[in-house]
């Protein structure tokens, strides 16, 4: 049975981090300071951020493969990062170095300010108001009501991360969850609730990591045009229906000999692009292991506009991650051992992360993220469709990735199994 998400729903992402108490060793917070940089200093750091922040997606996306090969996939690889740099802000020691270098960072190369100013600058520029276009990312800190954290980290986290910091009671485990639900619900607008069920007893502190986007097609889909009952191959002996949306129009896109694959850039009305990316039967395992920063520059290097005659599902998607086992296996392992360092965000008290949760959802349909009251389109000034153009049809599974363009960070990743799975 295929379901899909009501026709107004945009496309939210949240993040959990649950982090319980421990003992550790005092911090040393001279790393942490944030310092001020020239306007070319931070054009080389974002550059350089990019790609780092680029390369731990992918690392991310394919360990998710590993974990659920068949499967539907899909995240938000700047929230995850943003949250786990925040949180490296008020860690020590090997707890910091672990979170950092899994993000892909070396201090030696990066000073830990710099890294902070640029997820500053990363998380302005994301949140920065665009007319046509809305994104906004950012944390919220709730706190057990007794515990004092820094006022220096309090601070740096409210100017560097957009993070609000609620003083909560946790001895009230309902009420508490309530809270916390409640302040979600509000953030994403009321399309997630009830997001925490199960909020354990000795909890001390939750981190909310939000980003909610929401945008409409640069060229909106005829809907006229789609075609219900389209079949899609999940595999060499599956075969789903689903409502196929269609469209004579002229696109940037590729054929990447060297992967296998095709690539077509669908451009948001602003500031906003995605990637479908369809690899050849049997190649995308060989396109999921190329997929680097690298990969992304080359393919915004090459590609060239013109008219193809497009196929592209509606469909939607949702994954949820057990990213608490996750960081482990990627190196982030004495955050959640008794040796946890977090004292440069407590000073005096210790913590260590008890549970990490990410789940993210997306409907794409004719109008974008979210269907909106505008003049039926009808393309008559279009050509007639003819063999000389290019027919790429998504009809098998592919990967989607959406960038914010003045930025390229990849605000969401996935992978589309079955266009047809809740």
């Known amino acids: 049975m295929c379901y899909y998400l009501p026709s107004k729903m945009p496309l939210f992402l949240y993040l959990v981090l649950l982090v319980l108490e421990l003992h550790c060793a005092p911090p040393n917070r001279s790393e942490g300071k944030v310092t001020t940089y020239n306007s070319s200093q931070q054009n080389a750091t974002f550059y350089k951020m990019s790609s780092i922040n680029a390369d731990f997606a992918f690392n991310l996306y394919r360990r998710f493969t590993l974990e659920t090969p068949d499967r539907n996939i899909f995240f938000s690889p700047v929230s995850i990062s ?40 990363l998380i302005c520029t994301l949140n920065f108001p665009k007319k046509e276009l809305e994104l906004q990312m950012g944390n ?20 560097l991360y957009a993070t609000e910091v609620f003083s909560t009671d946790f001895s009230n485990v309902s009420a508490a969850q309530q809270e916390i639900n409640c302040h979600v619900e509000k953030q994403t607008k009321g399309q997630v609730v009830g997001l925490i069920q199960d909020l354990k007893p000795n ?19 005829d809907t006229s045009e789609t075609k219900e009952g389209f079949s899609f191959s999940v595999d060499k002996t599956t075969i789903v229906q689903v409502p196929m949306m269609h469209q004579m129009e002229q696109y940037y896109h590729l054929v990447d000999m060297e992967l296998n694959c095709t690539v077509l850039q669908m451009d948001y009305s602003k500031n906003a692009l995605a990637l479908f990316v369809l690899p050849k039967e ?38 949820t991650y057990d990213l608490g086992a996750m960081f482990l296996k990627m190196g982030i392992q004495d955050a959640f051992a008794n040796n946890a360092n977090f004292l440069g965000l407590m000073g005096d008290n210790s913590l260590k992360f008890s549970n990490a949760a990410h789940k993210a959802v997306l409907h794409i349909g004719e109008r974008g993220t979210e269907a909106v009251v505008v003049p039926e389109v009808r393309f008559l000034d279009q050509p007639e469709i003819t063999l000389l153009h290019p027919i790429i049809q998504f ?11 003045s930025t390229r960070s990849i605000l969401f990743l996935g992978k589309v199994v079955d266009p047809t799975e809740v």
């Not at 709730?142 to 740096?156: S, T, Y």
């Open 82 to 121: 943003a949250a786990l740099a925040m949180l490296s802000f008020g860690a020590c020691y090997s707890t910091q170095i672990q979170i950092l270098e899994t993000l892909g960072f070396n201090l030696t190369d990066t000073p830990m300010a710099e890294i902070q100013q640029g997820f500053q600058h």
């Open 140 to 159: 919220t800190l709730f706190i057990e009501k007794q515990l004092k954290p820094l006022a220096q980290f309090l601070d740096d986290v409210k100017s």
């Open 203 to 221: 909890s001390i502190m939750v981190l909310v990591n939000y980003i909610h986007f929401k945008a409409q097609w640069a060229n909106p889909f």
């Open 282 to 319: 049997g190649q995308m395992e060989w396109v999921e292991g190329a997929m680097s920063s690298k990969t992304l520059k080359k393919w915004n290097r090459l590609l060239q506009k013109g008219w193809i005659d497009l196929f592209v599902p509606k469909f939607s998607i949702s994954a």
């Open 395 to 405: 009809d098998r599974s592919f990967l989607l990735l959406i960038l914010e363009k």
